[in-house]
Each structure stands twice: as structure tokens, then as C-alpha cells.
């Protein structure tokens, strides 16, 4: 990717995924921008003030810019006003800012894998009929109605848990683990720092133009394991394990349209001091 692809606007830029992926955006020679109020951006970045509330920021934010990169969202918070407000009135004004000041861009949302079923018959695909009932998932189920309604250029990617990097993300597990009580024996889809790069990286490039798309890596894997990993003990347990596909995301479409997970195991990014 060259400089010449234009500049690129990303949201979220100081979160978990925001501050991993902007450097490596940088490295590749594009030209970035940040979405930011008053805090410090990765080498090389443009710092842009802006607020998803502020309707006159965001088009001054997205003014020239040739794709947008959403990232920015509430997830595990205990106000449902916040999350709702957040991820789906802010990212309605971002895509209003964005028809206004700069209609011929890329828009890349960023989305969860968390929208499918519990009960799913099969890991999630991108086709299943939706009916999150928690706040997280079904806000992000109707900002992604909104991209795909608004007449922009857009791409959606959802995600599974994101770990690496030293994020700090799989260490947080645990207590998530054992205040939603999950069978040991459940499967997880996931996907390293390195490879929300791949994938944004296809999608600035335009190979997911009109499409939503689940990006994981090659192996979902127990929850057993993954806690085994980090060097926390997990009960082991025979009993049958409902809801067998539950967090488990079919990727065969990103596969298809040409991601390739550069970490395809959770144990090769613990060979190569990747976690």
C-alpha cells in the first residue's frame, strides 16, 4: 500500500485495536489520520480533534480523506444508554459526515462476531438471520443496517476476540469465563493483531467493497486450552456441551475472498511471542 491511496481516517485510534493496527498502517506507508479528543496518537499519524457527538468535527475530520476506518465503540460497559449511544448514534453521524464532506470514500466498519445466535445450529455465517439480545452486539447489528442503507462505499468485518500484541486481552479471560459460567469444552474463534491488519488491508484495497465478512484465524480453539495458555487453571468437565457453536465464526467467505491469517493458530503466536 503506497501513499498515493489517499488519507485514511480511523476511529478509535487509542484502543485496543486502534493503537496496534495504526502503526502497522504506518509502516505500510499510508497516510493516516486520528479521530482523537486531546490524547497522543502513534508515530507518524496525524492527530485530527473529533468527537462522534459533534456532528461539525466529523466533517471536518473526514474532509479529503479516501476511506474511513470506524473502530470506536463501547463494549463491556453496565450502561446500555452509553453503548447504544455510542456505537450506533455516533456511527450514524460519522457516515452522515462522511455522504456530506466525503461521499466517494471507503467506509470500513468494524463489527463482532458476537451478533450470532447462542443456539446456532453452525458456526456464524454471514448470512444468518440476527437477533443479538444484548446491547453490544445488537447495537453493532443496527449501525452495520445503517453503512449498508447510507449509499456509501462500504465493507463490514466482524470480528471474533482479538488478542496479541501484548494487549493484555486473553489475561482479562478468565473472569469473563467464569462470571458467563461457559463449558470449558467451548470453542472460540480468534484472531490475532497482525491479521486485523490483513484483513483492513484487503479491505482498503476494495476486495470486500459491499460485503459483510467474518474475519478469524485458522483454529478455533477450547476455552480450556486458551486459559491453559496464559497459566490459569480451568475445572475440566464431561458434560455435554450445549450451544456447541456458539462464539465459533465461519470464515470460509474472507478465505475465499483471499485473507490468509499470517498467525493461524493461537499456538503458533505462542511459539513466536506473539501473545
Not at 213 to 227: G, H, K
Not at 251 to 262: C, E, H, T
Request: aromatic share 6%.
Amino acid at each position: 500500500m503506497e501513499r498515493q491511496f489517499g488519507k485514511i481516517l480511523v476511529t478509535g485510534a487509542t484502543g485496543l485495536v486502534g493503537s496496534r493496527l495504526l502503526p502497522r498502517l504506518v509502516e505500510a506507508g499510508c497516510e493516516c489520520a486520528a479521530l482523537v479528543r486531546g490524547k497522543k496518537v502513534a508515530s507518524g499519524v496525524t492527530a485530527v480533534e473529533g468527537n462522534l457527538f459533534d456532528p461539525a468535527s466529523l466533517e471536518a475530520a473526514v474532509r479529503d480523506v479516501k476511506a474511513v476506518i470506524h473502530l470506536a465503540a463501547v463494549f463491556r460497559s453496565p450502561d446500555t444508554e452509553l453503548i447504544w449511544k455510542s456505537n450506533l448514534e455516533g456511527t450514524r453521524n460519522l457516515i452522515d459526515a462522511v455522504k456530506i464532506t466525503a461521499p466517494d470514500a471507503r467506509f470500513i466498519f468494524a463489527s463482532t462476531s458476537h451478533v450470532y445466535d447462542k443456539s446456532n445450529p453452525h458456526p456464524g455465517r454471514e448470512d444468518d438471520a440476527l437477533n443479538p439480545q444484548h446491547a453490544y452486539p445488537a447495537s453493532k447489528v443496527a449501525a452495520e443496517k445503517k453503512l449498508r442503507e447510507s449509499g456509501l462505499n462500504w465493507s463490514v468485518l466482524r470480528f471474533p476476540f482479538v488478542y496479541g500484541d501484548g494487549d493484555g486481552h486473553l489475561e482479562e479471560l478468565p473472569k469473563h469465563i467464569v462470571a458467563a459460567n461457559f463449558h470449558p469444552a467451548m470453542r472460540m474463534s480468534t484472531v490475532h493483531h497482525r491479521d486485523i491488519y490483513t484483513a483492513v488491508n484487503l479491505a482498503l484495497q476494495g476486495t470486500m467493497d459491499g460485503r459483510v465478512v467474518n474475519i478469524a484465524d485458522e483454529a478455533p480453539t477450547t476455552l480450556y486450552e486458551l486459559l491453559q495458555l496464559i497459566g490459569q487453571p480451568m475445572a475440566p468437565s464431561a458434560e455435554p456441551l450445549t450451544n456447541p457453536w456458539y462464539l465459533h465464526a465461519d470464515a470460509s467467505l474472507a478465505r475465499s475472498l483471499g485473507f490468509q491469517a499470517s498467525v493461524r493458530t493461537i499456538y503458533q503466536a505462542a511459539q513466536e511471542n506473539l501473545l
